[in-house]
């Protein structure tokens, strides 16, 4: 009898692409915003958000059955595997790292003990000495080495506002990377955390661009769908 093969279910993207019918250009967005009809941030002219064929064809090959934290396959029962083994897997490292913790703080008293103990033997003198001088040894400085000059090789991003359209329930997060390198730079892609007015992180928003010349900048415009956004923080410029 041959072997039943096991079928791989495809995870859920949480973004799509599609292009504006009117200027050709490139918009990522949530699959929350499906179906809307929104300005082009490139042209501004109408367009409808569709799905991008590939993540079609990702939503068909599976059960239709998805986790909304991480999309991967739901159990029979409706939990997540995969959440759950990520919980199980951080309540670990926390065990292992309390656990550390201990066993260097019980070597340490143990240490001071044993040198206590010495210190006692060799008389009074010597237990005075060792108070004033304590261990004898000099501390050592450790370099603390800050965040790398060029992070991005070359793409230099300037600061990001929130802009609320008048008029319209649209929101953007809008900012500029300049290309300061001598070559052009392809496939460019923006990744922003979206954060409340208590600094928490309560969202994502991205945007792309096909290329940048070389001393030129790209404006770019990453649509922002939660209304609570008031800040919004670059977290990766990438090519692709």
Known sequence: MLPLKRHTVMPVPKFSKCTCKNCGGHIEFPLSGLGQVTPCPHCGLSMELTLDPMVLAAIAGGDGRYCAKCSGTLDPDGSCSDCKASRHRRNFALLAATISVMAVALIFISLNMMKNMKAAKNGPAAQALLRTNGSGTKPQRTAVSGPPADP?????????????????????????????????????????????????????????????????????????????????????????
Not at 154 to 172: E, H, N, V
Not at 173 to 191: I, L, P, W
Request: aromatic share 8%.
């Open 152 to 240: 991005w090789h070359g793409l230099k991003a300037g600061p990001i506002i929130i802009d609320k359209t008048g008029g319209s329930r649209l929101i953007y997060a809008v900012g500029t990377v300049s290309n300061e390198s001598d070559h052009q730079r392809f496939g460019v892609k923006v990744e922003l955390d979206l954060l409340n007015p208590q600094g928490q992180k309560i969202g994502t928003a991205t945007d792309s661009t096909p290329y940048i010349d070389p001393g030129k900048s790209w404006k770019f415009k990453a649509m922002v769908f939660d209304p609570k956004a008031v800040t919004a923080q670059l977290i990766s410029v990438t090519e692709q």
